[in-house]
């Protein structure tokens, strides 16, 4: 039997126990979960024989609800202050890390131990050091999963099959001149989806893009800061410093109506509050018709079964897509950026 702790925004507990479950049994895996609401985590157990590994059947990136994961090595409680070191490295004896990560719950709670984490981080890497534990070639990292300076779940996880990101958190800085929190949103959806490599091909100057329900401009932002030139469509006003950049064109329409003119439109981008099924079918839409090469947009979840509600909602656009012959990549990812609602991405496959 094997353990694997997964991270998640505080709240959407169920969301990610509940497709854990369905893509392990997928796989042919099974176990169960153990979760508290709130924590922003779910303990999944493995109920096979302890060869079986999560990581060699599935891919983080294919996980919506989860940012970070790793397989439990030892769970250590009551640890003495005056020597936490020892007892870490008596359990994770045996084992080669490349790296160590000190992690927390994204909660208030957890953030708590933010402080402390860090500056445990460097006496605990030359212990580890030391003790012939750290290997730059190794696969796995370490992870130490921190409810108190005394309280804490190691792990370790697959290098090329868990997130880079301490926490699996994306951490960007609000520009400035942002006319809302929302552009953190794209900004983070373009870093989730897109390798840096492809930046200067797929979010290049002079694309031209379409943004349904732009205002008051926080998508429209991101993209105009990339170069390019945008259709911003929404009857509310929108911030005027990005008008007079002279690369927005303003229109009070409905996002469900509009149609582009020409077809020279590389993005399309929607943060349009509508039901999941409506909006997934407008991005299909635009992607069949050949209206636009690549989709960003969120799906707003205020329901309860979110997770099976989003299920339902992408496969059926896959479906659709595929009766179109449009062979299409399809991504989504709850980001830390997203609150009830997740990001989504369809790319058109030439
Ligand atoms: C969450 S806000 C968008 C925020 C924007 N992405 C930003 O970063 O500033 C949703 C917007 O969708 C617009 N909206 C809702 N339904 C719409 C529709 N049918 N057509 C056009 N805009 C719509 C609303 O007017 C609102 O401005």
Redesign the pocket.
């Known amino acids: 039997m094997s353990q694997y702790i997964l991270y998640c925004r505080a709240g959407f507990e169920n969301d990610c126990a509940a497709e854990i479950q369905y893509k392990a049994s997928e796989a042919g895996l099974y176990g169960f979960c153990r979760t508290q609401p709130n924590q922003a985590y779910v303990e999944f157990e493995l109920t096979q024989p302890s060869d079986a590994c999560l990581f060699n059947q599935i891919k983080l990136d294919e996980l919506i609800f989860s940012r970070q994961w790793f397989k439990v090595i030892a769970k250590l409680e009551g640890m003495s202050e005056s020597d936490r070191i020892t007892p870490i490295i008596e359990s994770v004896l045996g084992h080669e890390f490349c790296e160590l990560k000190l992690e927390y719950p994204d909660t208030n709670s957890g953030k708590e131990i933010a402080g402390f984490a860090k500056k445990f981080t460097v006496p605990l890497r030359q212990a580890l050091k030391k003790n012939l534990l750290i290997n730059e070639q190794a696969n796995h990292v370490l992870h130490l999963f921190m409810f108190s300076s005394t309280q804490m779940i190691l792990g370790k996880s697959l290098k090329n099959n868990a997130s880079e990101l301490l926490n699996g958190i994306r951490r960007l800085k609000f520009p400035a001149d942002g ?2 929190r ?2 953190l ?2 900004e983070e959806a373009f870093h989730h989806f897109i390798p840096k490599s492809e930046w200067d091909d797929r979010l290049r100057p002079g694309l031209n893009a379409v ?11 991101q993209l105009v800061r990339k170069g390019m030139m945008v259709s911003a ?4 006003p929108m911030a005027d410093s990005l008008m007079e950049t002279g690369q927005v064109k303003h229109f009070k ?4 109506k509009y149609q582009p003119k020409k077809h020279n439109v590389y993005w399309l981008v929607c ?4 039901k999941p099924s409506r909006v997934a079918k407008l991005m299909v839409k635009w992607l069949i018709n050949g209206w636009c090469e690549e989709a960003i947009f969120n799906l707003k979840l205020p329901m309860k079964q979110r997770f099976q509600n989003v299920m339902q909602v992408l496969e059926d656009a896959e479906a659709q897509l595929y009766q179109a012959g449009i062979q299409t990549e399809i991504r989504a990812k709850h980001l830390y950026h997203d609150r009830e609602e997740i990001t989504c991405l369809f790319r058109r496959i030439r």
Do not use: H
């Open positions: 006319p809302s929302s552009t949103k794209l943004d349904l329900g732009a205002a008051p401009g926080g998508w429209t932002y469509i929404d009857n509310g329409e409905d996002g469900f943060d349009m509050v509508e």
